[in-house]
C-alpha cells in the first residue's frame, strides 16, 4: 500500500490526513477496492494517528468494534485521503472516525471503538489522566478546526 501524509510528515501531526494509493491487490473483480480493505485503511490512518496523540500507549490500545458505511466505490487510480479524529472518550474506551473520500467525493466512513489494555494485556484499565488530557486535546483541535 503506497501511503503518504498530505502534511507531508511523517504521521506524527494530530489529525493529518493519510493519503493512500490503492493497490492491485486491493481489488475486487469489478476493479473496486474491496469493502474489507477499508478497515485496512483505516486502521493505518488510526494507528499512525494514535502513535501521534499517545506515543507511550497506542501499543496498548485494541480494537473491539468497527463498523463501516460504505458511500461510494473506490478505483485503483483513485487516491484516497483518509482522515482520524477522536469522538469519544470513556473510562477506558475510545470511539476514533476515519472518514474516507477520493477527488470525487466521500467514499466511506469507519467508526472504531478501542480499549486500552493493562500492562500484562490481562483487561482493560482506565485511562492515565496524562492520557485523557492528550486524547480530549486531540479531540479539541480537531473541533477547533471544523
Known amino acids: 500500500m503506497n501511503t503518504h501524509n498530505a502534511n507531508?510528515?511523517?504521521?506524527s501531526a494530530v489529525g493529518a490526513v493519510l493519503r493512500i494509493?490503492?493497490?492491485?491487490?486491493?481489488l475486487d473483480p469489478l476493479g473496486h477496492v474491496t469493502n474489507s480493505v477499508f478497515l485496512v485503511y483505516a486502521e493505518e490512518a488510526r494507528a499512525r494517528y494514535l502513535r501521534a496523540v499517545l506515543p507511550e500507549a497506542w501499543s496498548s490500545v485494541v480494537v473491539v468494534h468497527n463498523a463501516v458505511d460504505y458511500h461510494?466505490?473506490?478505483?485503483?487510480?483513485?487516491?484516497?485521503?483518509?482522515?482520524?479524529?477522536?469522538?469519544?472518550?470513556?473510562t477506558s474506551s475510545l470511539t476514533t472516525v476515519n472518514v474516507m473520500i477520493t477527488a470525487k467525493g466521500p467514499c466511506a466512513t469507519v467508526r472504531t471503538v478501542?480499549?486500552?489494555?493493562?500492562?500484562?494485556?490481562?483487561?482493560t484499565r482506565p485511562w492515565t489522566a496524562s492520557e485523557r488530557?492528550?486524547?480530549?486535546?486531540?479531540?479539541?483541535?480537531?473541533?477547533?478546526r471544523v
Open 133 to 144: 488530557a492528550a486524547l480530549e486535546a486531540a479531540s479539541e483541535s480537531q473541533e477547533e
Open 8 to 11: 507531508g510528515g511523517n504521521g
Open 72 to 90: 461510494a466505490p473506490v478505483h485503483e487510480t483513485d487516491v484516497v485521503e483518509v482522515s482520524s479524529v477522536v469522538d469519544d472518550v470513556g
Open 21 to 26: 494509493e490503492p493497490r492491485w491487490t486491493d
Open 114 to 123: 478501542q480499549v486500552v489494555l493493562r500492562e500484562a494485556g490481562s483487561g
